[in-house]
């Protein structure tokens, strides 16, 4: 059986009203979209958004019970994603810009974008616990079995963060360009992606909560 219709309305609040506050992900497309533009940021979005899907249903199997019960296991894939994120920022600040006057950097594959976004996301500890955290909440035992309805709900919720996430990546587009057209912006413009990056990487290390 499916979850109560007013179940899902109230899942689906609560999931908007958590996606529209901005969080390290966010922040990333943001990024992303805003130096390189909005095929970029679409592109993160599509490999953050499939790393989500796997957190999901791990939480569904039960896999992100390991990292709730393991100290050793969480510390590890934590102190990862952060590394990974503190590569990324370290990479594009010591990255040589030689066409200053190019409105925006020289764009990479899809693929490697959908990737770095992936690992990201996924390397992300945290994401795991919230959705083994979150989607049992609005779980009813009378309704059928558990473990399609906690499914149902993580699926719902990737649906939700991947049309929030889009609008985000678009939003970063538009700026992007209204400030790739300021010279000062363009020359420092590595400085403050890799900047982002490094603090993301830090603040993930370095903190016990984090949004989505």
Do not use: W
């Amino acid at each position: 059986m499916m979850p109560a219709l007013s179940t899902v309305t109230l899942f689906l609040l609560a999931a908007l009203g958590l996606l529209l506050i901005p969080g390290p992900s966010v922040l990333y497309i943001l990024t992303r979209s805003a130096t390189q533009g909005r095929r970029a940021g679409l592109a993160s979005v599509g490999g953050i958004e499939l790393a989500s899907l796997a957190h999901a249903v791990a939480a569904t199997l039960g896999l992100s019970a390991l990292l709730l019960t393991s100290a050793l296991a969480f510390s590890l894939v934590k102190y990862l994603g952060a590394g990974y994120l503190i590569y990324l920022g370290v990479r594009t600040l010591l990255s040589r810009q030689e066409h200053a006057q190019a409105p925006v950097p020289a764009p990479k594959s899809f693929s490697r974008l959908f990737a770095q976004g992936f690992l990201v996301q996924l390397l992300n500890p945290k994401t795991a616990l919230f959705f083994y955290a979150f989607l049992p909440q609005f779980v009813d035992p009378t309704r059928g079995a558990v473990t399609e309805q906690i499914l149902i709900f993580g699926v719902l919720f990737v649906l939700l963060a991947f049309c929030t996430d889009c609008l985000y990546a678009l939003l970063g587009s538009t700026v992007g360009k209204l400030l790739t057209r300021n010279v000062r912006f363009r020359q420092a413009q590595r400085y403050v992606t890799g900047g982002v990056y490094v603090a993301l990487g830090v603040t993930a290390a370095v903190t016990g909560e984090t949004k989505k």
